[in-house]
């Protein structure tokens, strides 16, 4: 069974800084994903990722496989990116596990 | 851009009633899921759906829970006689070749 841990659980920022979210899994994978859930519930995919680096905007996802660790990197974070930042393991097959997420918070 | 959307966005049942959801998966996507969320706890996987079978399910999805493609276009959940602890936000989800999945705004579901 695979575990999903993020930290932190809860982030608060102010505009302009960088920020990083992680997550940890304990069991090899075929792919991670970020999700970001807005305040109204809804969810889109930021990242799908089984190696290496993504880079969207202003939005980075990094992954070691060999530490089986992520990181979702925000550069000059916006009130906007305020959300609940989720990262989900998908193992063999099509099961995603889902970490509890990052409520992210910036402040004008 | 196309979207998986999803219908009704709340719907409010009693318990033991019977309740489908709806949801109209991207059109050229092949695989589909359904999550759901309990208020303020991590998303969970429910089942995935593939070539008009369920290739996985989760301890979560038993007997009262089925999950259809009826006509090529829907994609639905039906729970044959809710429980309270059904109440939860269920999302759908579709995706074509590639892992990545596109979900859908969620059904709020309330069992009173």
């Known amino acids: 069974k695979n575990e999903v841990e993020q930290s932190p659980q809860n982030l608060t920022a102010q505009e302009g800084e960088f920020i990083t979210i992680n997550c940890s899994y304990s069991?090899?994978?075929?792919?991670l994903h970020w999700l970001q859930q807005h305040p109204g519930g809804g969810i889109v995919s930021l990242f799908m990722?089984?190696?290496g680096k993504k880079k969207h905007g202003r939005l980075i996802a990094t992954i070691n496989i060999q530490e089986k660790h992520s990181s979702l990197h925000i550069t000059a974070s916006h009130p906007r990116d305020s959300a609940v930042y989720i990262c989900?393991?998908?193992?063999?097959?099509?099961?995603?596990?889902f970490g509890t997420g990052t409520r992210l918070a910036v402040r004008p | 851009e196309p979207e998986v959307t999803q219908t009704p966005s709340h719907q409010v049942t009693q318990m033991g009633q019977e309740v489908i959801l709806r949801c109209v998966p991207i059109?050229?996507?092949?695989?589909f899921y359904w999550y759901r969320q309990i208020l303020g706890q991590k998303v969970e996987f429910l089942v995935s759906?593939?070539?008009?079978?369920?290739?996985?399910k989760s301890e979560i999805f038993d007997d009262q829970f089925s999950v259809e493609r009826p006509d090529g276009s829907n994609f639905t959940l039906k729970i044959r006689s809710t429980k309270l602890e059904d109440s939860a936000m269920y999302f759908c989800?579709?995706?074509?070749?590639?892992?990545?999945?596109?979900f859908g705004p969620g059904t709020r579901l309330t069992v009173t």
């Open positions: 989800a579709s995706r074509a070749l590639s892992y990545e999945q596109y």
């Open positions: 059109s050229n996507h092949l695989y």
């Open positions: 069991v090899g994978i075929s792919a």
């Open positions: 759906f593939y070539n008009n079978e369920i290739s996985e």
């Open positions: 989900a393991a998908q193992s063999s097959g099509d099961k995603l596990t």
């Open positions: 990722l089984s190696s």
